[in-house]
């Protein structure tokens, strides 16, 4: 299990993380969404013992990570930037993990070689983005790692590849009832994928649960009403869109009670359905409007 207590961190003035407390079973693939700088790889860091929290704690199995080699030694932590040395080949950097990792595994490691069609004696300063992205797979599924933290994981793959990275996680933790902690841009990828969800939003964790348990919550609407016919206010909704009397919201409510509260407001062909983690996202990231003619001219 991964667990995370009440954890802050902040780089001199600068606050990353905020109050951040959720956990990750055994079997379970917990999906972390957030914009960037919203604090996920920090928050990551601090989970497999990178960085020490400033407060709060993290641990592994019940274990304090930080500076705990045997602990960490259950962990791997694939960056976004990379998990190798780019002038090594990817045999080299077996070596280098086999070294640190009693339970490495080689039938993993030549299989999904030859499974992503990758050489593993060329160097990895010649692979593409793509590639690297998957050099990068390969040793994080070698190790046969208890814990695997994932930042990224779909960066600079196509989506065949996307499919079948995705079965691939979903595999490796029921099969080795391993905890793992994916973070993402493609929020539609995590939807498929995760157990439960986490959103970080200015270093705070502003929803923690299933998808399912959001789709309860949360409902994306669209519809029309007559200029002046009730009051928008009363929706108390997250407004994401408006196009002339068109509106796409989302309301914190169930099915039933969202239909009345556009039933109070007169709201004309009006639509309700669960919300989708993407529309969610948008709701917390409050994009901002644009004067393109004032900034290009």
Known sequence: MIEAVHISKKFGSFSVLSDVSFQVDRGQIYGLVGCNGAGKTTLMKILCGIYRPDWGSASVFGQPVFENWEMKRRCFFMTEEAAFFPRCSLLEMRKFYQGYYPKWEDQAFYGLSEWFGIDPSEKI???SKGMQRQAGLILAFSVHGDCLFLDEAFDGLDYTMRRQVK???RYYAKARDACLLV???NLQELEGLADSIGML???????DGS??????EYQTCRFARPEGAGDLPALKADLLEQDGQGYLCILKASKEEAQRRLERIHARQAQVRPVQLEEFFRRERQEKDADWKKIFG
């Not at 939003?201 to 929803?207: C, I, R």
């Open 211 to 216: 998808v399912e348990q959001m789709k309860e």
């Open 201 to 207: 939003s200015d270093g705070a964790l502003v929803f």
């Open 167 to 169: 079965a691939m996680i």
């Open 125 to 127: 300063s010649r692979f």
């Open 183 to 185: 973070s993402s841009h």
